[in-house]
């Protein structure tokens, strides 16, 4: 019947479209989205601060070490000054309410006093990078520079790199006592649980005060 | 195209669908190895004891890892780090070659993660090196104490800390057990034969603190090692940094997509083989 035609081959042309985008759609799908991590740059994206670098302190009679106001870390791009964080009513760390500013948890040593400096800010904010983006690039031998309210400068040197799952997150490790100048750098790492809105894991660098 | 050339364009896209949702998606995350290193400090605690130059080797190692030269009695080094292994430590006169024989020397297994004091301690007629541990764990809320007795003019002392008693009748060259203390500022008080010693000092939580009693030069001398600091009160748990902007987005569901196919497959199946028959018809086929 003629009047069966424009609908047939409506119904023909319709169906190979639904099936070009339901192709489309399922080979899009099929790739997962990569994480949005940046090229890695060898070359330092800042130059070291300056200021008067302090040694490391001595056990005898240690100097009291000033506020930190501060962070650079040049080969990662990372310039931020420094908020404080407590804790919770939880017990749990504080975080930036900003995913652009790094916070030192002012329950723990002074960045270049002795002991175990804790510094955490965040990896992404909902929609891109956050201060800490980069952290998981750093490798040993890296400097990171604290600069503190009297104008003085720390210099430390990245020991290690861990992530740890934060369910069997090593508190004694991370926020336990050390006998030398330390920090402690922590963000969030890992496999991102979409149904809770949270990474799985916390990267960890150490970084050791040095001369 | 005609329909049969549909129909295997069809088959071939849904063929080569099918490969693809068989590639895994490959996440990956830096880590490192833990590095494993110890820490060591090296003192002078003999009173009658002329000024020494310590050195540090490493096991079979005849170059010294480390020289502190004109080592005098009172004087604690900062803590080295240096990786978990055994090492030796020797002592020598002032100034002496670095090839001459030792005044003394011993032996020290260093453990990663852990902290170390290897002190010159007693009359210089029986001059000894003790290797200590140091502690490096506080209880929560509380600074750990401990004290080192090193004054030869008064051989036997009482310590006490605000009411907290540190070291009953401890001996020259002896040491205590560290002790879990309150934080803040306190007074301590040194007794001996000779009278009592006060001073003051500061302990936060978290830190863990070495006392060494010297013969100062009109006195006994109080002198207050930080040993080690961290957080006095820990966090719990993990720390929540980050929303999740930047993570890989896994493999959405096919179904939705695959229905998608099947229902056009049907509505072109439906339409062409409608035109077919409608060809077939007007042609008289």
């Known amino acids: 019947m003629p009047t069966r035609r424009p609908a047939a081959t409506f119904a023909l042309a319709a169906g190979l479209v639904v099936i070009a985008g339901g192709t489309t759609g399922l080979l899009l799908t099929r790739h997962p989205a990569l994480a949005m991590r940046p090229a890695a740059v060898g070359v330092a994206a800042l130059p070291a601060p300056t200021g008067p670098i302090v040694a490391p302190p001595q056990s005898t009679a240690p100097k009291p070490v000033a506020a930190p106001v501060s962070l650079t870390i040049p080969l990662i791009g990372v310039r931020t000054q420094l908020i404080t964080l407590g804790l919770t009513s939880a017990g749990e760390l504080q975080v930036p309410s900003s995913t652009a500013v790094a916070g030192w948890f002012t329950g723990s040593p002074r960045p270049g006093a002795i002991g175990s400096a804790i510094i955490v800010g965040h990896i992404d904010s909902l929609s891109g990078p956050g201060v800490f983006y980069r952290l998981s690039e750093l490798t040993v031998g890296d400097k990171v520079y604290v600069k503190r309210a009297d104008g003085t400068l720390a210099e430390f040197r990245v020991t290690s790199v861990q992530t740890y799952l934060k369910d069997r997150f090593p508190t004694e490790d991370v926020y336990g006592p050390v006998p030398d100048a330390e920090l402690r750098l922590i963000t969030c790492g890992g496999a991102f649980d979409a149904a809770t809105g949270h990474y799985l894991s916390n990267i960890v660098v150490y970084a050791t005060e040095v001369s | 195209m005609n329909f049969r050339d549909a129909i295997r364009n069809l088959l071939m896209l849904l063929g080569v669908s099918a490969l693809l949702l068989g590639i895994p998606a490959a996440t990956a995350y830096a880590s490192s190895a833990t590095t494993g290193t110890g820490w060591i400090r090296l003192a002078h605690l003999s009173p009658n004891t002329p000024a020494v130059d310590v050195y540090l080797y490493s096991f079979g190692n005849s170059n010294a890892m480390i020289v502190l030269h004109h080592v005098a009695y009172g004087t604690v080094s900062p803590y080295e780090s240096v990786p978990a292994g055994d090492y030796s430590v020797a002592m020598r006169a ?103 010693t006060h001073s003051s000092v500061t302990l936060a939580a978290g830190t863990v603190h070495t006392l060494v009693v010297l013969d100062g030069a009109s006195g006994l001398e109080v002198v207050n090692l930080e040993d080690a600091s961290g957080s006095g009160k820990p966090p719990l748990g993990g720390v929540s940094t980050g929303f999740g902007g930047t993570a890989p987005h896994g493999p959405g569901s096919p179904v939705p997509w695959l229905v998608a196919i099947g229902a056009g497959s049907l509505l072109a199946l439906t339409g062409g083989l409608r035109l077919r028959r409608d060809r077939q018809l007007n042609t008289g086929i």
């Open chain 2, 94 to 196: 002032a100034g002496a070659s670095a090839t001459s024989q030792p005044v003394l020397s011993t032996s020290v297994t260093i453990a990663a993660g852990h902290a170390y004091t290897v002190a010159g301690m007693g009359p210089e007629s029986g001059l000894r090196l003790q290797v200590l541990e140091d502690q490096l764990t506080t209880a929560p809320g509380q600074a750990e104490v401990r004290v080192i007795q090193a004054s030869l003019k008064q051989q036997v002392v009482t310590v006490t800390l605000g009411s907290t008693v540190l070291a009953s009748g401890l001996k020259f060259a002896s040491v205590s057990d560290y002790q879990p203390v309150s934080p803040g500022t306190q007074s301590v008080t040194v007794s001996s034969s000779g009278g009592d």
